[in-house]
C-alpha cells in the first residue's frame, strides 16, 4: 500500500519535468518517457471494417480455406497501443480512448479484482477487453507473477488443456457466480444505528456502531495491504466487486450486456490483448472461456499478446483446437527478457510474432500438427543490443530524454519490454514473411520469406 503511494508520488514528481497529461492527470513511470498512444494522425483503424480487413489481414497460407493465422498489423498497433494505455489512470484511459473515437459513454468500463485491472470499451459492433501488466511499484502483482507453480487445467468437456501458472490462473478469478458472497459484503459493510427510546439503548446501539465501524477499518486496510488496487481505478469500481467478483465474471458479464444492446446484422467481435502479465492474464481469459464453454466464444475474434511470459506447460502449448489456436498472436520485441521467462514453461499457445530492433516482423506459425506455439529464441549476447544497437541509435534523436535515461541504466533486455518499443514497432514495422519448421523463433541467422505483392519469396539474411 505504502509503494501505491509512492506511485502517485512520483506521477506528480515526474510531471514537474514532462508536464501535465491532456486530462489533466499524471503519466505513469512506464509512460513518461513516451506518452504516444494511439496514432490519431493517420487515423485509427476500424476494428471490424470489412474493407480494412481485407486490405491488412496478412495470410500465412496461400489456402484461404484452411486453419492458417490471418494476421492484421493495423489491429496488432491498435491494440498495442490500448495495452500501453492500460498502466494510466482512468482519467488518461478515457481521454485517449476519446481522442480515438472509442464510445466511451456507453462501452467503456474499468474493471478490478484484487490487484489486477482491466478496462472494456468499444467502437461500432466490437468490443475489447484489455487487461493491464505489472505495475512496478505494486508489490502484489510481483507475488502473481512469482507464483509460479503450475495447476491441471480440463475443458468443459473435462478434456486435458495441460497446465498452467497458478499465480495467472488465480489473479482472474472463478468462472462461477457467487452472488452470496456479495450480499454478505454488502451486509457487513452496513452499519445500522437504532437510537432506541431510552438512552441506554441509545448509547449500546452507538457503541455496537463504532464497532462495526473498527472492524470494517481494519477489514479495508487488511484488504488493501495483501491486494492493493490502483485508487484510480477503485474509485470507478464497486467495493463488493473488487473482492468478490472476480475479473472474469466482471469482464463476460459486462461484454455480453454490451453485445446485447448492439443491433444489425454485422458480425460482434471481441478482442482480448494485454501486455507483459496483461498478456498472460489476457490468455488465462481465453482459457476461462473455453473450460466454461462460454457464450463469449461465439464473438471472439483474436488476441493479441505484448511480451507475454511463458504461462503453461508443453501440453498447454497445443492444447487449444486451430479455430482458436489461429486467432492468438503473442509478439517478442527482440531481446525482451519476459516472454522467455519462466525457462521451464513453454511458450503460450499461437502464433508467434518476432519483431527485431530494426523493426522487421516475422511471423512463425505453430506446428501445423501438433498445434504447438514456436518458442522465441534466448537472449542475444553476442550482438551489440541496447543503445549499441545502430538501429536504436538512429531512433535516439525521436525520443525523449527520460526514455533516453532508462536506456542507459537499464539493461537492454529489460528496456525491449517497454511497451513503446511495442506500439512503435508495429507502427512503423513491415511484415517480412512467414517461417515455418523452425524450432525457434527470431534466430539471428536464418533463411526467411519476404513478402512481395502477392507472393512470398525465400532468401538469406541476417537480423
Known sequence: MVMMVCDQFMRSALGRFIGQHGSKSYLSLINACDSRFFNISDGIPDIGNPQEETDDRFSTSNDSQSNAPQYSLSIAHTLSAASKLAYEDVEVVKYELEQAGFDVEKTFKPIGYKNTCSYIVGRNND????????????IQNYVTNLSATLTDVTSSKGISLGKIHQGFWDAMGSTSRNPEDIEEFKKKSSININLGVSLTSSICSALMAIVQIVKMATFNLFANVIDPIDSSWANYIDMSELRYKSL???AEDFILEQFSKQE??????LYVTGH????ALATVFLTKMIQSDSPLLEY????YTYGEPNIGDEEFSGSFTPEIT???FNH???NDIIPRVPSWYDAPPGTLVYINSSYRIS???PNSETHKAVPVRPISYLHLSGILNLSVIRRLKEETPLRILFRMILPFFVNDHFPSEYSASLRYGKIHGVIRGEEEGGKEEESTYERDNDSLHLFDDEY
Not at 444489425?264 to 467481435?269: A, D, E, I, L, V
Not at 471472439?300 to 488476441?303: D, H, N, R, V, Y
Open 363 to 365: 511471423i512463425y506459425p
Open 326 to 328: 489461429k486467432k492468438i
Open 248 to 250: 472474469y465474471i466482471q
Open 127 to 138: 468490443i475489447i477487453l484489455v487487461f493491464r501488466g505489472t505495475n512496478p511499484l505494486n
Open 300 to 303: 471472439f475474434e483474436g488476441l
Open 276 to 279: 507483459s502479465l496483461g498478456g
Open 332 to 334: 517478442t520485441y527482440n
Open 264 to 269: 444489425g446484422n454485422t458480425k460482434k467481435r
